[in-house]
Every structure is written in structure tokens, then in C-alpha cells.
């Protein structure tokens, strides 16, 4: 019942600077999963939506900023698998046209409540959460998605892989794509996550709330570019490139900023000679519509 094509394409890309380094690269291209419901957001909404079916709930409500790709997947997700949606938005000052994100939710049906930025903080408040359930009768997902039942879905997009490989990178917000893609390495993989947003420590202990693993990855906070969302001519250069290079779109939000990190960790020799890596593009372009709406344009598409 809740399935989408699969798997996703494992797609070789080229660059000088990988032959100068001696090593192969791999985007899973978790992009292409579904038009709608894209890429990660997908896979930790999957079981989720199980759980919430096999306990009888037929309304689902979760939390997002105003250009949330989990808020816009959610939506889609629901309408698409007969769900009634509950998104809880940070900021009163926004409404359901304030960006296509938005406006893309409430056309699948998401009945979209405005809160303060104060009162969002109390997203993770267990109490709150339950009187929120209550309150609208619904399952409750948690923001960005990441949850237990989130580390099964993201757990099979490494199952899905069939060639050996030594790293593997994505970006990470929640934590929970990285805790599980940690879940399907065997030995000497190693997992990176690149951190799109500043939380040093923090990312660190959410991650391994998710996962009992202490080996096998890390996370690395030096391309997040002064925050979630924040960005400088020199990513937005980079992404134009690659797109030009590669014909593949990347979003400034994530996946940008995850491939400007792993070019430039490979340039100062992180990667031994010989390496295979594997780059998870976990989506998110539809986020690139309100980006370019806000900033003239800046990226190609």
C-alpha cells in the first residue's frame, strides 16, 4: 500500500578533481523517488504512515518552518495515501500564500495552523505534543520526520545499494537520515554527515539518540555557511557549476551545501587513494522555486 518506485538510481558522475584523487563517486539519487514526495522526507514519512494506518489514525500532523520540504512532502504524501493533514508552521506572520511551499501544501489538502516562533519552540514538549493529538484526533510526526520509524525507511535506501563503497555522505538537519543510513553500513563503511545548520554537539547527541552506534560516522560542521538557510556567493557558484556540469540540481538548503563540503574535504586529501564514495541527494528541490522567488533568481534551473 504505501510504496513508490524504487529503487533509486546510483548514477557515476565525472570530475578531474576525482581522477587527480584517485577516486569514485556516486550520487543515490533519492531525487528522483517520486515528483511530489521527494527523496529522504519519503523515506521517514513510510513507516510513519504504516504505524498511524495500523493504529487507526486517519489524520496526520507535523511541524515545519515556511519552506520545510517535509511540511511540502507530508502534504503530498497524505493526499496521495488517503490521509486527512495537520501542519503546524512556524510563524504567525505567514500565511498559506506566503510561498509556493505553502501554497503547494494547502492545494494537497494540509490544513495549515500559524504559530509563534516561541510557541513552535515546543515542538519536542511531550505534553504539548499529546494535547496537540488530542486536540486534532492524529497521528503526530515529529519535525523533519526523524523518529524510529524513520531510521527503517532510510535504513533501505542503503539496502538498495549493490556495489561496495567506503563512504557515504548526507546532509543533515534532524539527524535522522544520517542515524539510518548508519544502520545499514557493514564494516569499515563509514558514514559522514554534512551539517547544513549550526549545532555542534547538539546534532551530535540527537544523532545518536536515534542510533546505538558510536563508530562508524561523523558529522562535520564546517559547511553550513552561518546557519540553516544562510548561503554566500561561493555555494551559490558551486551549485550553478555542478548543475552545469553535471546537469543534476542541487538545492541551497542541503544537498549544496553537502557537495561544496565533500569537493572541498576531497581537495585537502580527506579521502584515501582508491576510495569509492556515495553522495545521498536527498531531495529538496522544490524548495528552489521559493528560494529563487526571494533572491532574484540566483540559481539555474
Same mark, same amino acid.
Given at each position: ?167 557515504? @555522505?548526507? $546532509? *543533515?538537519? &534532524? +539527524?535522522?537520515?544520517?542515524? =539510518?543510513?548508519?544502520?545499514? #553500513? ?63 540540481? @542541487?538545492? $541551497? *538548503?542541503? &544537498? +549544496?551545501?553537502?557537495?561544496? =563540503?565533500?569537493?572541498?574535504? #576531497? ?35
Amino acid at each position: 500500500m504505501f510504496e513508490l518506485e524504487k529503487p533509486t538510481p546510483l548514477q557515476q558522475i565525472y570530475a578531474p578533481l576525482f581522477l587527480e584523487k584517485g577516486v569514485e563517486v556516486f550520487l543515490k539519487r533519492e531525487d528522483l523517488i517520486d515528483v511530489d514526495i521527494s527523496g529522504n522526507k519519503w523515506r521517514k514519512l513510510k513507516y510513519n504512515l504504516i504505524q498511524a494506518s495500523e493504529l487507526g489514525f486517519q489524520k496526520i500532523l507535523t511541524f515545519g518552518g515556511a519552506y520545510s520540504n517535509h511540511i511540502a512532502a507530508t502534504a503530498a504524501a497524505c493526499k496521495r495515501f488517503g490521509f486527512e493533514s495537520v501542519g503546524i508552521i512556524r510563524g504567525e506572520e505567514l500565511n498559506a500564500n506566503s510561498n509556493p511551499t505553502l501554497r503547494q501544501a494547502t492545494e494537497y489538502g494540509m490544513n495549515l495552523k500559524f504559530i509563534t516562533r516561541s510557541d513552535y519552540q515546543h515542538r519536542d514538549d511531550k505534553v504539548w505534543i499529546n494535547d496537540l493529538s488530542e486536540k486534532y484526533q492524529a497521528f503526530v510526526v515529529p519535525e523533519g520526520g526523524s523518529n524510529e520509524a524513520a531510521l527503517k525507511g532510510v535504513k533501505e535506501l542503503v539496502d538498495e545499494i549493490d556495489i561496495n563503497f567506503d563512504y557515504i @555522505l548526507c $546532509p *543533515i538537519g &534532524t +539527524g535522522g537520515t544520517l542515524a =539510518g543510513i548508519i544502520q545499514g #553500513l557493514v564494516a569499515k563503511q563509514k558514514a559522514l554527515g554534512i551539517s547544513c545548520l549550526k549545532g555542534e554537539g547538539y546534532l551530535e547527541q540527537m544523532v545518536q539518540g536515534l542510533t546505538k552506534k558510536t563508530e562508524s560516522w561523523a558529522l562535520i560542521h564546517n559547511y553550513h555557511f552561518g546557519g540553516y538557510a544562510r548561503f554566500d556567493s561561493h555555494l551559490i557558484g558551486f551549485i550553478n557549476q555542478f548543475y552545469e556540469a553535471h546537469g543534476i540540481p @542541487l538545492d $541551497p *538548503i542541503y &544537498t +549544496g551545501k553537502m557537495m561544496y =563540503g565533500f569537493f572541498d574535504l #576531497l581537495k585537502k586529501g580527506k579521502f584515501p587513494d582508491g576510495s569509492r564514495v556515495i553522495c545521498v541527494h536527498t531531495g529538496g528541490l522544490q524548495g528552489i522555486a521559493g528560494f529563487n522567488a526571494q533572491h532574484n533568481d540566483l540559481l539555474k534551473t
